[in-house]
Nanobody
């Protein structure tokens, strides 16, 4: 059983950067594929980025080149560095973990954090 807790998000201006963290407890973090999803008001939860157990990252097209996902298996932590933020990045951001292979699909992730709000003003 893995418990995930995201760091606090925030209110930033367009063009700013923000780094989200997610700390895992209760499991062997290195054995999990982990990812970030986000959900804007009135919309479905969308894939943002994932990183495999082996450390291979991949991204949604909408964030490619602006966001960087990374993990630290010693600290049991997942990170999302977000640069060049835009108003359309406004959403609640969730970290997620899967014991199986990494995936683009939220339904493949069993463990979720509580979510953290990121708001980007124009």
């Amino acid at each position: 059983q893995v418990h995930l807790v995201e760091s606090e998000g925030g209110l930033v201006q367009a063009g700013d950067s923000l780094r989200l963290s997610c700390v895992a407890t209760g499991g062997t973090f290195s054995l999990y594929a982990v990812a970030w999803f986000r959900q804007a008001p009135g919309k479905e939860r969308d894939f943002v980025a994932a990183i495999s157990r082996g450390g291979a990252p991949y991204y949604a097209d909408s964030v490619k080149g602006r966001f960087t996902i990374s993990r630290d298996n010693v600290k049991n932590a997942l990170y999302l560095q977000m640069d060049s933020l835009a108003p359309e990045d406004t959403a609640v951001y969730y970290c997620a973990a899967a014991a199986d292979s990494d995936s683009y699909f939220a339904s493949d992730y069993k463990y979720w954090g509580q979510g953290t709000q990121v708001t980007v003003s124009s």
